[in-house]
């Protein structure tokens, strides 16, 4: 799967995400796993949960959370490293958590890197900043 595939069809969301043992990612990926449906379907946007893990990982944390998206696996950290870059912890090399809206041209429209792991954006604002033109309810 590759981003300007996505792009094609409109928007996408690129989701960067720690690990299948990260629980912050679990809930942040549960919140998308709840919209992903509506905003493909009446937004024509494709939500991309890049994961910094191996698949059997992914099959893991997709099964334990019942999440009904497409993850996938950036074992080597490499996707996360060209977007908001990576960091060696006890579970290896791990992406900084991070949350991207792109249009149609590959414009970012918005970003949300964390600060902190538990620093995320939940599906429900995005599925705001899309159908409000992009713009931030809070204006960060």
């Not at 024509?44 to 999440?67: A, C, G, N, Q």
């Not at 490499?78 to 791990?94: D, F, I, P």
Request: glycine share 10%; proline share 4%; with cysteine.
């Amino acid at each position: 799967m590759t981003l300007s595939e996505t792009l094609d069809d409109g928007a996408t969301v690129v989701l960067i995400n720690r690990g299948h043992w990260c629980s912050f990612c679990a809930e942040q990926l549960r919140t998308f796993s709840e919209v992903s449906y509506d905003l493909w379907f009446d937004e024509d946007v494709d939500i991309l949960p890049v994961v910094t893990d191996s698949v059997p990982k992914l099959r893991e944390m997709r099964d334990r959370f019942d999440l009904d998206l497409q993850l996938l696996a950036d074992p080597d950290g490499e996707v996360a490293g060209r977007y908001s870059g990576t960091e060696g912890t006890s579970h290896g090399v791990t992406g900084v958590a991070a949350t991207y809206v792109l249009d149609g041209q590959g414009t970012v429209r918005y970003e949300q890197v964390a600060d902190h792991p538990a620093d995320r954006t939940y599906g429900n604002r995005i599925r705001y900043v899309v159908r409000s033109g992009y713009e931030d309810p809070v204006g960060e």
